[in-house]
């Protein structure tokens, strides 16, 4: 939290002296001249803009009434102006993310009160309410939890560089960024735009100067930040946007693995998407049922010129990380998000039915769960495929590789069929002991048949297969000819004599 | 009777030179003969012998053993080899056999035909493809249970080069894929009624057997991506496309543009195919030799007449069931001037002028098919006789203007005519029959529902035509005991023959049927004069007889029917229904009959379920296709319905 205001502090400092912006328009065409000099760029110069440009993308974002806490961290804003310049652990600044925190759990208390109060009264539904009630706590709860965390976060060692130091303030920037950026909006621009929360534009100065001709472009941007696109990370793979006309923001890592960024500034109840606030804020009042407050902040100020916004990985060695020789940039924060859980983080999400794809996204997982089971396209090497046209494709590719057929189709197709019936016609028509009963067992090794030539002249002479043939009628179930064996033999005996015809034509 | 001063010349050829005579005899009945000569000559025939085909199965291990030089076996005709069979002939051949290699005759072994085996599944196939390492060419058609597993199991046979899959109805992309993979030098492959197949199959076999010469994706629901993927087959020269309901235009499009090798397109029955589809084929294909377009053009259009001006080596046209104009002939006529078949079967708009303007230059036609061209007449008859000398084939079904005129003429003239239809020319009399007999090189003649023809006219025929192998005189009502007599004694060679409703024909006419040995089809149906005695004397006479229609003879008792079941050893089909058949004679028919593989027993008066039940168990385990009374299917006990299909036998409910 200091840190994040240190560096709107910072922001704020530099923009006025105009410093800042000959500084980067000399940096600017130095990188157009050199590319070289990339990391120099970035590092020195980057930070500000980039922390500037998060902050007043999160508060596109988000619709944020913070009226109730802006006086109270007003002061607070003040402070930490003065510190800005600090990179090191700042005690004050210490000390006000905990009284920030202390007053979390005081409203958190407030609304157990009042909920303890209310069990009374009402009437209809009380476990509906319970549930209702646990959940705001439990939201609650969370966000206390992991502001903690990301407040003890900042006494890490690794993040008391200089740059990571800017870009941890980022990281609380977005987490709180609903709840305590127009605090700090408000400090900046020192009561230009008093009490326009949320979605007032503290980017203005900056912008207006710098970088006018993007404006289109950040439109669209802000048009798939807005519906939250599930953009691939790869999806900006062919953009080719010359380093330099857009800006770098890194989010931190504690960010970026929040599982919330929007809370409600009344119940601290939090979000993952701004609508879904607004759409709750309504409950807390009529005035957050007006339309000014029900529409997406960021329309207003659509007029306005902004700036290409591309974000960076804070893993360090990473293709997207901003130091990377071959650095390519996330497109927006979900891509951040996304690419970090998928690439740097544990797959912690394991397929149930399967029980070996792992994932790190819970949304991948779901996605796999739809599909798992339904691999039926299996190849010869063992790789299997949902659809059959990737099995052919792949096949085609490699050579020797062939289809499989599903093991369980052996046993269900020829061997039940014969075993079962080929067994009966066995038992029928052949009462030779040498008779292979059961195709089956030709199956296991044709060589284990049993008896010598008699066998195959068994199996292969007409006239003993006729002879079981008929001697079998005495098994069948229903012998409807009592008399029948008298005629049968004499039949048989003529039939005998039938001279064998050579069997070839 | 050889003399012995003969004989002793005879024996003094040496090997090599009774091997060549040997290898002259091209029928089946004289290698016999020649092989009954002497040991010296049937050592010949052991030792020459490439082809066998099997009727037999129980003389299977001794034949394998005597012919060690098999290149070319089929067991088409044997209903009852399945996997345990082939376990067996593999492991040892015949009863006292010394030869230890197990399974000797398989190693040279490059052609084997399966058609129909319904009882082999996937192992004994597999074993089968195992033992022989020079399979060249597999036949699996109409083996309707084949599936993935079989085609698996063939594509161990790595050498292939030629495979009937044929109605192998169970086979899908996985199986061809197997096929595809495994055997890539294959040339030759036919995927007819293959109906679970897709693009992505026939995609994936294009890519991987690139040698494919010959291609039958007929009746598959294929669409325009298979005919993309088979553009890229360089040494493509058949495609068979028949009646492939998803193919059009656009399909046709693709290879005009591929398969530069193409000689022969078969695009029949197409419905989405129009003629500016075969307009796209004809201009990308010059060379083109056969192009079969039957039922799928209702006009031959001029663009398209335009285009085929550019075929001069076209050999093959067929445009069945389109309309075609008599400027249209003259085209055809003056730019392919090789052609030697025209298939205009229903054809609209064919008249006599232009089939004389067709004839005048296509001189070197042999086939010539204008079935249901019902105004041709005398006169465009005696042009194509006049102009064609070397016709083979004619087919003139329903052409009811033509009279003994033309008959004449072809008589005069198309003296190497072999086959020609006349079914339904009801303007075909007794004179007609005497100058047809001058083809002298007649095989095949349909006279079937000519009602105008008697004994007399059948008697120049039997006196003239002994080469006649095939005959229909169905519904030649005219026709009696005599006319059969003269058929007789000079027709020895035929081999399918059918008197259906011809009623005046009685006992004594099956006697005369009786002497024609080499009979292996007979159809008389309601024949009401016949009687038992009739049917023993064809049983007695009729070795061969191997397909056996007597529907609605009433009159025959079981004691022709069990003359049957003893002397019909060769029978494979045999129709019943609505005779008079006891349930002890079914029994016998079916269960003494080793070679039967179809029967179609519907309303048999005199049986009961017992009984037929009783001769469903007799041949279960050799009959492939049954035909039964409907309310049968559920008086029937189960066990025998399981049996019956387990041993892949399809049973038909009437």
Redesign the interface.
Known sequence: MDLKERVCGELQKEVPKGASFTNFNTQHQQKWEDPSSTSDYSTRIEPPFQAFNQTSQTQSLLLCNNQIKVPMQDGSVNDLLQASKIQDWDPSAMLNNLSFLGQKIHQLQDLVYLIIGRKGQVLGGPDELLVQQQQLVTADLTSIIVQLISTAGSLLPSVKQTLSAATTSLGQCGEFGGVVFPSSAQGLNDGVQPQNAGGSKVSEPPNSVDITSNNGNEQSNHIIEEHELKDEEDAEEGENLLPGTYEILQLEKEEILAPHTHFCTICGKGFKRDANLRMHMRGHGEEYKTPGALAKPTKESSSEPTIIKRYSCPYAGCKRNKDHKKFQPLKTILCVKNHYKRTHCDKSYICSRCNTKKFSVIADLKTHEKHCGKDKWLCSCGTTFSRKDKLFGHITLFQGHTPAIPSDEIKAAPAGTSDGATNKVGSVNFNLSSYVSSESEVQSSSMDIKGGIDDAVGYFSPLSFDTCNFGGFHEFPRPPFDDSESSFAFLLSRSCNYSQKSGEE | MLSFQSSKNLLSLTEDLLVRIYELLAA?SDRKSFRLVCREFRRIDTLTRRH??????????I?LRKYPRLQSLDLS?CPRI????V??L???V????NSPILGHWAWGLKSLVLSRATGL????LE?LARACPCLESVDVSYCCGF???EA?AL?SAVGLRELNMDKCLQLT??GL??IA??CSKLEKLSLKWCMEMTD??I??LC??CVDLKYLDVSYLKVTNESLHSIASLLKLEVLGLMACPLIDDVGLHFIERGCPSLKVIDVSRCEGVSSSGLIFVVRGHRNLLELKAGYCLSELSTALLHQMKNLNHLEVIRIDGARISETSFQVISANCKSLVEIGLSKCLGVTNMGIMRLVSACINLRVLNLTCCHSITDAAISAIAYSCRSLVCLKVESCNMITEKGLCQLGSFCLLLEEIDLTDCCGVNDKGLEYLSRCSELSCLKLGLCTNISNKGLSYIGFNCLKIHELDLYRCTGIGDDGLEALSNGCKKLRKLNLSYCNEVSDRGLGYIGRLEELSDLEMRALHKITGVGLEAVAVGC?RLADLDMKHCEKVGDSGF?AL???S?NLRQINLSYCGIS??ALC?VM??L?RLQEAKLVHLSNC?V??V??AL??C??RIKKVKLFAPLRFML?S?IL??L???GCIIRWD
């Not at chain 2, 599944?121 to 004994?124: L, N």
């Open positions: 089946e066998l085909r099997v009727i037999r199965i129980e003389f299977l291990p034949l005709a399945d996997d345990g069979v376990s067996l593999l492991t040892r015949g009863p006292g056999s599944r996937f192992s004994g074993m599936g993935d597993r698996a594509s992309d996985v894929a197997k993979v495994g992505l199959g995609d994936l890519k991987k070795k069990w079941a003893y002397y050893k349930d002890m016998m269960g003494n080793s009961t017992e009984g039940e009783l168990r007799a279960c385990v006990s066990e399981e049996i299909h387990a041993r």
